[in-house]
């Protein structure tokens, strides 16, 4: 695994940072835009993976970012449930609701798989490193 130096090199940032970017963008357009507590919620939640992430890396200690790992999958798990929502709707077409859920199954994938590692790795995080 690369060297992390920051929280913007963690690859489940980046792609969660390019799907909140998406949901903004479909959001505001169309009957979605006028779906307050909808267009609300998922921007709330797609931002939340990101945000997770990066409140969990800045707490120094490996259990701590797990914890906010997980946090982060949840939010993620609450786009795509939103997703849904916005398809039945109508507020997006079936190919945009593809292509974002992709997105979202991938970034899953890339939360669990991080949690996994920081579970198996031997450094418990920077906060620990003296003593």
Known sequence: MATIKRFE???AWQLARVLCKEIWTIARNGSFSKDW??????????GS????IAEGYRRR??????HFLSISS?????????????????HIDQVTFDRLTQMS???G????NFITYLKDCEIRGQKFKFN
């Not at 994938?109 to 669990?112: M, N, P, R």
């Open 9 to 11: 090199d963690i690859e």
């Open 37 to 46: 507590g909808l267009k609300d919620q998922i921007n709330r939640s797609s």
């Open 49 to 52: 993976v990101m945000d997770n």
């Open 61 to 66: 200690g490996t259990k701590e970012f797990i």
């Open 74 to 90: 949840g939010s993620n798990d609450e786009v795509r449930s939103q997703l849904c929502r916005a398809l039945d709707r109508g």
């Open 105 to 107: 199954i991938k970034n």
């Open 109 to 112: 994938w890339k939360i669990h």
